[in-house]
């Protein structure tokens, strides 16, 4: 079945750095559009940032483009989410998400806090 596991969440002070990441099984992880969304405490869960099959196709929300990154690394099956001058917004829960076989799939979160 189609697993996504995250971590790396933690405590970072604003203006820091963190790297998430998510290990995929279950699904042809290399032909498959990845996403991050991350949801803070009452509000929606909003989307961050999609890489598609090909590493350098990747679409950002304008709010974190210059400060995220988003990669893949296809042997291993894994997401990442590079996180660079964190602002107190961006305190959440993140998840890594991907559509198969016509399905949503999500991971547990990681939880990120900004706080000095």
């Known amino acids: 079945q189609v697993q996504l596991v995250e971590s790396g969440g933690g405590l970072v002070q604003p203006g820091g750095s963190l790297t998430l990441s998510c290990a995929a099984s279950g699904f042809t992880f290399s032909t498959a559009a990845m996403k991050w969304y991350r949801q803070a405490p009452g509000k929606e869960r909003e989307w961050l940032a999609t890489?598609?099959?090909?590493?350098?196709?990747?679409l950002y929300l304008p709010s974190v483009k210059d400060r995220f990154t988003i990669s893949r690394d296809n042997a291993k099956n894994t997401l990442t989410l590079q996180m660079n001058s964190h602002e107190p917004g961006d305190s959440a829960v993140y998840f890594c998400?991907?559509?198969?076989?016509?399905?949503?799939?999500w991971g547990q979160g990681t939880q990120v806090t900004v706080s000095s």
């Open positions: 890489i598609r099959d090909v590493a350098e196709n990747t």
């Open positions: 998400n991907v559509w198969t076989s016509g399905l949503g799939y």
